[in-house]
């Protein structure tokens, strides 16, 4: 980690943020709108005892793909398991009726399982303590473990979820969820121990921050890149916060630039779309191959020797290069990092 001057030094400029068919500036409206709907329904059908249904509200369980979940309050008729329904899609624009149009089957295919499902619900519990009591939880409480069944409207075949509440990339309380199929039970221990292991590695990570007056730190592609599209560190930062994965485009012609939490730092990454070239996950790549005495040359020299410009990091030191695909090339890189102090993002 190296010193940075002024982080927040660039305003929003004339960028354009890169929207996954998923958001909405209205969304919050409309999920809630869409959870008072999943109660009317189970309501009208005469499912109360599943009780009421509350949204997942953490945008790092609902995807593009699986779509906002909801959940019952634990039941102990169902061995303390919730109900789970997820809408298979985030995307809003379609009709209520078409995203949560298989709650009615699923419902009944839980209910019609209680029995099977109150037998199941101990032994997750009992895999969920098991992996729980491998670990010592000094500086943060144990996390917590909710566990759910969903079923599939086409199949009726059950899938097992926990709901781990944890520290996420940002080093903020979040949660993370984990599934199996119900026949395939013992995988859940071990992702569960895998989610815990990254929720104590973050708790050490966040307690070396605090005690250095720190919030995290932000890598120097990501640096560069606020200052060469023109947004502040607080707008990006917000933007974060709603989602996981930021993109944007911004210059003339048009690049893409990305900025994500990694384990308490803000990493960037850039599509160079001119000359082809994109630098993400500590690797720059580009199409061209260099003679092998140049590519031995490369190793311990700063990113400029190979490429300058005010989006990438001029401090990154070159620490391997190796062919990509057919004609390309691949250079690693270590990228410098920059602290954050509280006072630009409290706790």
Known sequence: MTKMENVEAAETGDIEFIRPFTYRENQEAELAALEELVNEILKRQGKQDIGTMSLVRDARIADALSGPKFRSAPLPAYGGM????TTGSCDTNLPASVLISGLGNEAEAFRAN?????????????LIDDAIGKFMFDKFAAPSAAMGVSF??????ATIHVLVECLSDDLTIGCEAIRTSADKLDMLGEQLETVLDKHLRRAELREQYQANGLRGEIDETASCLLKAAGLGLSVAIDELGKQTHVRFTFGDPSHTGSLTWEDGVIKGSVFERGNVTNLAEG????????????????????????IERPYYPAGAIITAVHDFSTDGTRVDLKVPTFPLPTALMPW
């Open 82 to 85: 919730e109900f789970w329904h």
């Open 114 to 126: 209680r029995e099977a499902i109150a037998r199941t619900g101990p032994e997750v519990r009992s």
């Open 152 to 157: 599939c409207c086409y199949t009726d075949k």
């Open 283 to 306: 690797a720059f790549t580009f199409w061209q191959r260099l003679p092998e005495t140049m590519r031995a040359a490369l190793i311990g020299r700063p990113l400029t020797v190979v």
